[in-house]
């Protein structure tokens, strides 16, 4: 119990002490560790240091961006501009109770899917009977039938138009001939009546010759 009071004591003794830290020679880490700074500050402290020189008076760490008279106030203690920088001890870490983790209850296990029932066969179409066969048949043929007697049709309508063609055209010609037979009777006339004509006339002059002789 006596040695339990003296660590107690010691303990709260300890948490007293304050270490100085030179912020002259003071690592970005050791300057991190000053409460109030963080790790931008304490790189802004030693960026500061590297281009203006050292610092001259604690308070001179007023200069450094972001670092104001608040930060100040926190460190005035805790900082020095020469000497060796001596690490604070850390303070324990207070001992917390052991939680005991509720049981997690484990999950129950996952079904498994049900089985995808197989797709019925298709039933096979039930056989035909003799009696559906032959009206299987002569609905066929009774179908062919039809379409022969709609072929015949068609050629007949086919012939018969092609006829009422040929025939028409054999009109038109009979017409086209006897439109050009008078003219071609006319035109005999007068190649007839021309030649009378013209041996009348060379019979007429050979008179005239014998006459003059």
């Given at each position: 119990m006596k040695r339990?009071?003296?660590a107690l004591v010691l303990l709260v003794f300890s948490s007293f002490v304050i270490a100085a830290v030179n912020i002259n020679t003071a690592t970005k880490e050791q300057l991190d560790?000053?409460?109030?700074?963080?790790?931008?500050?304490?790189?802004?402290?030693?960026?500061?240091?590297?281009?203006?020189?050292?610092?001259?008076?604690p308070a001179d760490i007023m200069k450094v961006k972001g670092i104001k008279e608040g930060e100040f106030a926190k460190i005035?203690?805790?900082?020095?501009?020469?000497?060796?920088?001596?690490?604070?001890?850390a303070a324990p870490a207070k001992a917390e109770p052991a939680k005991t983790a509720p049981a997690t209850a484990a999950p129950p296990p996952t079904p498994a899917p049900a089985a995808t029932p197989a797709p019925a066969a298709?039933?096979?179409?039930?056989?035909?009977?003799?009696?559906?066969?032959?009206?299987?048949?002569?609905?066929?043929?009774?179908?062919?039938?039809?379409?022969?007697?709609?072929d015949a049709k068609a050629a007949k309508e086919k012939a018969k138009a092609e006829k009422a063609e040929k025939a028409e055209k054999a009109r038109m010609a009979k017409e086209q001939s006897a439109k050009e037979k008078p003219t071609?009777?006319?035109?005999?006339?007068?190649?007839?009546?021309?030649?009378?004509?013209?041996?009348?006339?060379?019979?007429?002059?050979?008179d005239k010759d014998k006459a003059t002789k």
């Open positions: 339990l009071l003296i560790a000053l409460p109030g700074i963080g790790p931008v500050k304490a790189q802004a402290i030693v960026d500061y240091r590297n281009a203006n020189g050292p610092f001259k008076t005035k203690d805790q900082i020095a501009v020469s000497g060796a920088t001596s690490a604070a001890p298709t039933p096979a179409p039930p056989a035909m009977s003799k009696a559906d066969e032959s009206k299987a048949v002569k609905e066929k043929a009774k179908e062919e039938k039809a379409k022969k007697a709609a071609s009777e006319k035109d005999a006339k007068a190649a007839k009546d021309k030649s009378t004509k013209d041996k009348a006339s060379a019979d007429t002059t050979k």
